[in-house]
């Protein structure tokens, strides 16, 4: 397994979404007076989203766009009209000021020590260009579906970023903690590793948390995935 670069998934292996946006609706609407289960809201927003991006080709919109637009339609679903035009824009903010998973940024450095590190992400290039700061990642490059205009899993953004970083796809090593990306990346040629994110949805825990096919490396954490990646490459 002969590694030139790692691709990773930002949305929801490398960033807390779900902390980040129940914290951000949660003081919301303890100020408009409400109590709901914001978890189930910021859940529902999140499905809401992913089905409005997954897989588009040359939308005329990014996932910024389709973050508020469904922020909308999840207030909507749950009857939460007291939401103003700023709370709104408050909460959808906090997209762009979400935390890292505590154990991504150590393994980021150290990997990159050995090997490029890419985001490879469906979310807008300003905000990875806003949580990478905020967090100190330093990536060697940032591809965002956006730029290509294919969305994943579309296979044309795939052979988009392994063409822009000039390698085969199997010299790339795609890493996320969801399947419908991993098993889109294997099919376009890349190797390909599972990392567990099992707080990803909060407390109901991921809708799809076990890999479901024979992934090249399949982690619990990042730290895992640094010492099998660099073992590897030290061989």
Partial sequence: MHIKALTFDTGGTILDWHSGLFGAIERVG????LSVDWHEVVNDWRRR???AIVGQLQPEFNMDDVHRRTLDESLTHFGLKEFTADDRHEVWSAWHALDTWPDFPGALAELRRELPVVSFTMLPTSLVVDVSRKNGLNWDAVISCEM??????????????????DLQPS???????????LNAAHKAGFRTAFVYRPEEWGPSGPPDPHPNMAYNLVEND????A????ERKAR
């Fill in 148 to 165: 290509i205009g294919a969305y994943k899993p579309h296979a044309q953004a795939y052979a988009t970023a392994a063409k822009w970083l």
């Fill in 227 to 230: 010492r099998s990646i660099l």
């Fill in 171 to 181: 010299q790339i090593m795609m890493v996320a903690c969801h399947n419908f990306d």
């Fill in 49 to 51: 989203a992913m089905k």
């Fill in 30 to 33: 303890q100020r408009c007076g």
């Fill in 222 to 225: 990042f730290d895992g995935l």
